[in-house]
């Protein structure tokens, strides 16, 4: 059974940076679409990027485009989400998930197509 498990959250100034990573057990990673997900307080989970099986398309949803970079490494079963001038609205706890569906970006956004789901790293940016 594969697990994810997040890192690299914490507080960080408006402007700021911060390198989340995505650790994956098990010998399947590279045959998944990987995603990473945010619920912000009182809110409900929404989607933020995908990254395809080879790493060589990505997705992203438009409020963080131009600011977030995910990418993959296989040999390192690990999935990585670089962001870059956070804002306070991007404060959240962000999830990785293992995509279950074989479709490349149709239906990417729904979290009903990932199966797998890490416990979560926390995000806060301060204004």
């Known amino acids: 059974q594969v697990q994810l498990v997040e890192s690299g959250g914490g507080l960080v100034q408006a402007g700021g940076s911060l390198r989340l990573s995505c650790a994956a057990s098990?010998?399947?990673?590279?045959?998944?679409?990987m995603g990473w997900f945010r619920r912000a307080p009182g809110t409900v989970r929404t989607f933020v990027a995908a990254v395809s099986r080879s790493g060589g398309g990505t997705y992203y949803a438009d409020s963080v485009k131009g600011r977030f970079t995910i990418s993959r490494d296989n040999a390192k079963n690990t999935v990585y989400l670089q962001m870059n001038s956070l804002k306070p609205e991007d404060t959240a706890v962000y999830y990785c998930?293992?995509?279950?569906?074989?479709?490349?970006?149709?239906?990417?956004?729904?979290?009903?197509?990932?199966?797998?789901w890490g416990q979560g790293t926390q995000v806060t940016v301060s204004a």
């Open positions: 098990g010998r399947t990673f590279n045959s998944n679409t």
């Open positions: 998930a293992r995509r279950l569906s074989p479709r490349l970006w149709v239906g990417v956004t729904n979290e009903a197509e990932y199966d797998i």
